[in-house]
């Protein structure tokens, strides 16, 4: 039996490669500071990402190390923790010979490239979480070049799905129309944007790690090439809904002076740019190659109601 090794258990995407890995006959370890079971059958562990004789006693005869964390989303967190936890978790793949799966964001992209993001977009990136992102992607990449190690970068715009959590379109669009409330929305609402259902970033990511021919390289996971607008996003659930909602739009102004008295705006600020333009993740590379369709943007927020 295969053994893979969850970096980061019991999040969005965790829940659903531990299903998937286990239905394929995977041994699953969890690994957090609270790790939960998601299959009868999983190993539970304990730790922290920051020790790293935690990650490296975790993933001891793993054949597949996924790093699927999340960090707090302030910039001071990611870049302190973030390093520390890509240098534990590569360090820990090399001692054990274990190949890594590392489910990543957009965010080192160029911004100048936002309304056409594939695999080839250069990693330019003008804000400092998108700077950190990059750092650690350059350390991943520099272990592959030296053959340390195989790994496989698996990339995902927003995320949204059934009981999201931290998802901009659930927590601001879908959960308040879904209470009878108007809908949010950030800078613009009229540009078009990428989301990645859950379900989708999560299985193709099980799915990538079971491939001989995909590693060694990065992964932009089925997206709806729809693209739409925040204002098409609602007139889709209006419709669902039976509801007559209007988008209401912070400008930037607005968040600009919010962020002084909510962290949140305040950490969002930097990433303007994703979302006063239009932001479109291509995943025509991983679609062509595995014959998949990404689950169109009507059906993914109609199962979120």
Excluded at 84 to 108: E, G
Excluded at 118 to 141: A, Y
Excluded at 208 to 215: E, K, V
Aim: charged share 25%; glycine share 6%.
């Amino acid at each position: 039996m295969k053994k893979a090794v969850i970096l980061g258990a019991n999040g969005n995407i965790a829940q659903i490669v531990s299903k998937e890995l286990h239905q394929k006959g995977w041994e699953i370890v969890q690994f957090s500071r609270n790790p939960k079971k998601v299959n009868g059958s999983d190993q539970l562990v304990k730790g922290n990402l920051l020790d790293p004789l935690n990650v490296e006693n975790a993933c001891e005869g793993a054949d597949i190390v996924f790093l699927l964390a999340g960090v707090t989303y302030n910039t001071k967190s990611w870049q302190e923790e973030w390093p520390k936890i890509m240098r534990n978790t590569l360090d820990a793949c090399i001692t054990h010979s274990s190949k890594l799966v590392f489910f990543d964001n957009m965010y080192a992209c160029d911004p100048s490239s936002s309304s056409h993001l594939t695999e080839n977009t250069p990693l330019n990136p003008s804000s400092k979480k998108g700077r950190v992102r990059m750092e650690i992607l350059q350390m991943l990449w520099r272990e592959v070049a030296e053959e340390n190690i195989k790994a496989i970068v698996t990339r995902s715009a927003d995320f949204y799905g059934p009981n999201a959590k931290n998802s901009f379109l659930n927590e601001l669009v879908i959960e308040k129309m879904k209470s009878g409330k108007s809908p949010q929305w950030l800078y613009n609402g009229a540009k078009r944007h990428s989301f990645t259902y859950i379900p989708d970033a999560a299985k193709a990511t099980a799915f990538l790690a079971l491939q001989g021919d995909s590693w060694n390289q990065t992964w932009n996971l089925p997206t709806d090439s729809s693209y739409p607008s925040g204002e098409e996003i609602v007139d889709i659930l209006n419709r669902q809904l039976s509801l007559d909602k209007k988008l209401k739009v912070l400008p930037g102004w607005t968040i600009w002076i919010l962020g002084f008295f909510v962290p949140a705006l305040k950490e969002i600020r930097e990433l303007q740019y994703q979302l006063d333009q239009d932001y479109c993740l291509d995943s025509s590379k991983f679609e062509k190659t595995f014959n998949w369709k990404p689950t169109s943007i009507e059906d993914g927020v109609k199962s979120c109601l």
